[in-house]
Nanobody, 128 residues
Framework: QAQLVESGGGRVQPGESLRLSCDIS????????FGWFRQGPGTNREAVAC????????KYGTSMKGRVAISKDDVLNTVSLQMIRLKPEDTSVYYC?????????????????????WGQGTQVTVSS
């Protein structure tokens, strides 16, 4: 079964930037949507950003909107999340996710319940 592998997490100070990457090489055939989600201790998994593989449509969650950008690299087969001006409340485990769609799918979902392929997650800690 294809796997998603995240990288790029770590510890940064407030105000700094961080870039997460997700290897999606097992999901290059057909139609897919990809997303970044995060889950902190005692919280529900929430959407950070999502992107459609066919037309590049993007959606952003409310918690980090304006401070994140999702992108897809078709040469490296990665989906990346660039985060800027990080805050201590951004501390969380960040997950990459994928869902298979079709040529007839017109709606980009950024709901965690819609995704059925998940990476192991990468820890992001924002602390001074």
């Amino acid at each position: 079964q294809a796997q998603l592998v995240e990288s790029g997490g770590g510890r940064v100070q407030p105000g700094e930037s961080l870039r997460l990457s997700c290897d999606i090489s097992g999901f290059t055939k057909g139609y897919h949507q990809f997303g970044w989600f995060r889950q902190g201790p005692g919280t529900n998994r929430e959407a950070v950003a999502c992107i459609a593989s066919d037309d590049g449509t993007k959606k952003y969650g409310t918690s980090m909107k304006g401070r994140v950008a999702i992108s897809k690299d078709d040469v490296l087969n990665t989906v990346s999340l660039q985060m800027i001006r990080l805050k201590p409340e951004d501390t969380s485990v960040y997950y990459c996710a994928a869902r298979e769609t079709s040529a007839f799918t017109i709606w980009l979902s950024c709901s965690a319940d819609a995704y059925n392929n998940w990476g192991q997650g990468t820890q992001v800690t924002v602390s001074s």
